[in-house]
């Protein structure tokens, strides 16, 4: 059974870092089209990034330079490393793995960061 | 690439036909998907390729569209289906969704 697990949201102030985490069963995460997607409170999806199953990494405009996706194959784990962080990244943010091309078929819980002093 | 839904809201009965619209700003060719979400929930993916239903999803739900209009039908409304619904484009980077269509119960 497939499954995606986030972990890491919480509360950071302005400027702070933040490493987000989503554990994966039931695939392998090492060849597969995986993203971030986030949400703000009330609002529509914003997608974050996506790490290909080339390992070809690619960032939304508003955290290009900030924000790093990667992924531990050892562990099964993508990760989104977020730093010098404002009060507009406070979303949810969602794991997803997908296709290229085709969206993304299967989708964690979210894992809900807080941005505020 | 900015992706356009409408309508925003819509209200609608049990049994109804829907269709909801989504326009891209630039050709796009069939790499549009439609997602479905419910409050508290995560987004579910409905239809790829603009026009390909995801497995496990009715058959009431279709797609159509190439370049830059597409649209998601919903053909006989059920009372599971009341929900928000966006379009996402796939053909290039920055991925990006409309801004949703908000489906409720008339």
């Known amino acids: 059974e497939v499954q995606l697990v986030e972990s890491g949201g919480g509360l950071i102030q302005p400027g702070g870092s933040l490493r987000l985490s989503c554990a994966a069963s039931?695939?392998?995460?090492?060849?597969?089209?995986m993203t971030w997607v986030r949400q703000a409170p009330g609002k529509g999806l914003e997608w974050v990034s996506v790490?290909?199953?080339?390992?070809?990494?690619f960032y939304a405009d508003s955290v290009e330079g900030r924000f790093t996706i990667s992924r531990d194959n050892s562990k099964n784990t993508l990760y989104l490393q977020m730093s010098s962080l404002r009060a507009e990244d406070t979303a949810l943010y969602y794991c997803?793995?997908?296709?290229?091309?085709?969206?993304?078929?299967?989708w964690g819980q979210g894992t809900l960061v807080t941005v505020s002093s | 690439i900015q992706l356009t839904q409408s309508p925003s809201f819509l209200s609608a009965s049990v049994g109804d036909r829907v269709t909801i619209t989504c326009r891209a700003s630039q050709g796009i060719s069939s790499y549009l998907a439609w997602y479905q979400q419910k409050p508290g929930k995560a987004p579910k993916l409905l239809i790829y390729s603009a026009s390909t239903l995801q497995s496990g999803v009715p058959s009431r739900f279709s797609g159509s569209g190439a370049g830059t209009e597409f649209t998601l039908t919903i053909s006989s409304l059920q009372p599971d289906d009341f929900a928000t619904y966006y379009c996402?484009?796939?053909?290039?980077?920055?991925?990006?969704f409309g801004q949703g269509t908000r489906l409720e119960i008339e």
């Open positions: 790490i290909n199953s080339d390992d070809s990494t």
């Open positions: 997803a793995k997908g296709t290229k091309g085709q969206g993304c078929d299967f």
């Open positions: 039931g695939f392998t995460v090492s060849n597969t089209y």
């Open positions: 996402q484009q796939v053909h290039s980077y920055p991925i990006t």
